[in-house]
């Protein structure tokens, strides 16, 4: 384990239903970030969290919902999702302000929507 | 517009050989270029970070170089095994107004190892 933990690692759902992704870090991290890993695609950053604010969303559509309750924890609330929503979703963190470089990525959740 | 081109997209070599892969880059104003190991359905692992001021930096059986100039790197992999097949990314990150930095991610290089 990398300290940063997501679940569910797989998950099916379909177009009508809500659907949660969860991370939780225990690096001690102030930065939180999500990003959306497609089949042969560059990750895309989609939101970052630094010192709980959300401060970039990536013209993500809002059908995804993020939601940062503390420094450790970062969820990822998903509705009436498309099938090219289906990817591989990552969840980082990062110590800023600090001039440390490393980012601490999860395991990520498989996302397929049918 | 910053973006990282990586080479080869695919590769297939015999365990024990050499591979090196090849990272293009033209993200500006550079901060650093990392490279990242990435398992079937893991997320991705850092290997090495380089800063401007840094040439070659080494992580076991990983050797990375980087020239700021020609803003090229590689990653060399020395006797390779089995557990070496996984996707490679190559990152550049820039230096954003604010003391921030932007995260550019190539396509990865599809590493497999074979007997």
């Known amino acids: 384990e990398t300290g940063v933990t997501q679940t569910p690692r797989h998950l099916v759902m379909g177009m009508t239903n809500k659907k949660s992704l969860k991370c939780e870090q225990h690096l001690g991290h102030n930065a939180m970030y999500w990003y959306k890993q497609s089949a042969k695609k560059p990750l895309e950053l989609m939101f970052v969290y630094s010192l709980e604010e959300r401060v970039e969303n990536n013209s993500v559509p809002s059908r995804f919902s993020p939601e940062c309750p503390n420094s450790s924890h970062l969820f990822l609330h998903l509705h009436t999702l498309q099938p090219e929503d289906s990817a591989l979703y990552l969840c980082?963190?990062?110590?800023?302000?600090?001039?440390?470089?490393?980012?601490?990525f999860g395991s990520g959740t498989r996302l397929t929507v049918v | 517009k910053n973006q990282v081109e990586q080479s080869p997209q695919s590769l297939i070599i015999l365990e024990g050989k050499n591979c090196t892969l090849q990272c293009n880059y033209t993200v500006s104003p550079f901060s650093n270029l990392r490279w990242y190991k990435q398992d079937t359905g893991r997320g991705p692992v850092s290997l090495t970070i380089m800063t401007f001021s840094e040439n070659t930096k080494s992580n076991g059986r990983y050797t990375a170089t980087l020239d700021a100039d020609t803003k090229q790197s590689s990653l060399h992999i020395t006797a390779s095994q089995l557990s070496d097949s996984a996707s490679y990314i190559c990152v550049v990150s820039d230096r954003v107004t604010g003391g921030g930095n932007k995260l550019t991610f190539g396509t990865g290089t599809q590493l497999k190892v074979e007997l």
């Open positions: 980082a963190s990062r110590q800023v302000l600090t001039g440390s470089y490393g980012y601490t």
